[in-house]
Structures are given as C-alpha cells and as structure tokens.
C-alpha cells in the first residue's frame, strides 16, 4: 500500500495519515473496492460523480470523519465545494484536523 | 423459528412481541440485543447468520424484537434506552438466556450481571448527530434551511422526526446525554477482531459471511470457556 496523498506535493507523515484514513472510511462507507479509493487523485469527483455517495452515505461518511479523524465537522462547514472531489474533502479533513 | 414473547410496555401494560430463535434446550443459549433506528435494519440479515453459525457450533440464540421496533405495533415515538434495557432484561430471564450478543446501540441495553459481548459498541451522542445530520442534509436539498440547534430544541420538548424515526423527546435527552460504559460482565468485541469493512457504515444492506463466522466463533468459543 502506498502513502501517496491526493496532490503531487511533499507531504509529512501525519498528512499521509489522513490521506490514508480517509481513503479507508470512503472504502468503507461507499462499499468501494480498495484498488478503486487507491486510485483516487485530487481531482476524482465524489458527490454528484460516485453513485454510491447519496445524502444518507455523506450523512455515514461525515460522522465517520469525526469518529476516526477525532475532529468535530460542524453542519455549516458542509458544501458541495467540501465534497466535490477527493482532495476538496482531504484538505478540508487535514484544515479540521489542524483547528483540533 | 417464529414465536411471541411477552414484553412489558411502557405504560405498565404488557404486549406479545416477535421473537426469532432457535430453541433445542441447549446448554447454551444467546440473547441477542440488535442495534437500534436504522442499523437494526442495517444488520438484519447478519444477525440471522450469526445465529445459524451459533445453531451449528451448538448454541442456542433469540433475538426478541423491542417495542417499537421490527414487527412490533407499539409507537416509537413512546420508546426510552431506559425502557428498552428494562425489556432486554425481562427477555434475559424469560429466555434463560446464558450469554447476551449486542450489536452497536443494542450494546446500551446489556444488564450489568449478564454474561456478554458487546460487537462494536457506538456512543450515544454520536447516533443524534448521525440521525441529525442526515435530517439537515435531507432539508438542504429540499431548500429548506434548519439548524441543528432549533431541531434539537424542538425535539427536547416535543420529540422530532429524524431519518423516519419518531424519537420522544425521553430519547432524545438520552441519546444527548447518556454515557456508554461497557458493563460488568461485558467484553469488546472491536470490527479489528472481526475485519472485514464494516456492515454499519454501508449506505445499502448488506451481510459478511466471513464477519459473521467470527463474531459466532467468538461468542462460542467464549461461552464453552466457563
């Protein structure tokens, strides 16, 4: 398994974590496979493009940030920018994880 | 497979629920507490492979519906976490239940002197804030506009419809306020133990028959220990 982030630039360990993480709860909460969250890039749209990712999935998917993130997603912070592409949601996920 | 229970109802009265089981009056028979709200549909299926597995690793199991859940015709706008434990109790004896599986927010309902494993408990707090959140998202794109301060202020004095689910406003002050301690008697079973992706997190049902050969396993293996 690579640590590879969503964007092409260097990253720390922590921020591969994160990227790691979410990978694995968009595996888990969409039913993906883990060779398909492997290839997301910065740009693989997600909500409007995935079909599995309805209201009720980003409702799983937000709940399942805080929980395994340890970072508190408050209802304002949710747009369709936030959850537009893959690396919309990681740098939102890495901005909370810095605010906590 | 199918009998009838008879589980007391929150006004003192008494009413036959549904409860599935596989009863050959064996040494060892299992309670098993399902999730409540929306993963008790969630993991349905799971539950019943579950209890084939134990059926043939020679373990008794039930799993008794609660009122206002499955089959039952009481309101659940009239249910409590209090008066959900008190059922799970009264089932825990009327079964003769040796060993108690509960699932996720079934966890919540486990007696304190029960033998019992408790799969992946969840925290309270954190299914309001699902079930809310998935009633703002709902609302936003209906272009409607609500917060969850006003919900949750409307739902504390009136109770509230989220994601389908009539909560009163008693469970809505639990699921704010109530602390999950596993209790004396209980051991974890954590989803690492278990593997695989976890069945509650799935937009649509699903069952594992891998998972449910380990959660079984588990539970047997734990039970012939004592």
Redesign the interface.
Known sequence: MTADTATAEPTGPSRSEIDQTLRAIL?????LDQTQVDAFDADTGLFGHLP?L???????L???M??RLDIVIE?ED?DGEMLETYGGLLAFAEAKAVEG | MYSTWPCPLHDGGMADEMVMGADTRRKRRVLIVAPLLDEANKFRHQLAEIMRRLDVLGLDSFLPDLPGCNESLQAHEHQTIEHWRTCVQEAYFQISATDILAVRSGCWLVPTDARSWLYAPVKPAQVLRSLVRTRLLSAKEAGKQETAETLLETARHSGIELAGWSLGPQLVAELENAQFSPPPGSQIIEHEMVGGKPLWLRAENDWDPTQADAIATIVSRGASDK
């Open positions: 595996r888990d909460v969409l039913g599995e309805d209201s009720m999935a980003v409702a799983g937000l709940t399942e805080e929980d209802d949710v």
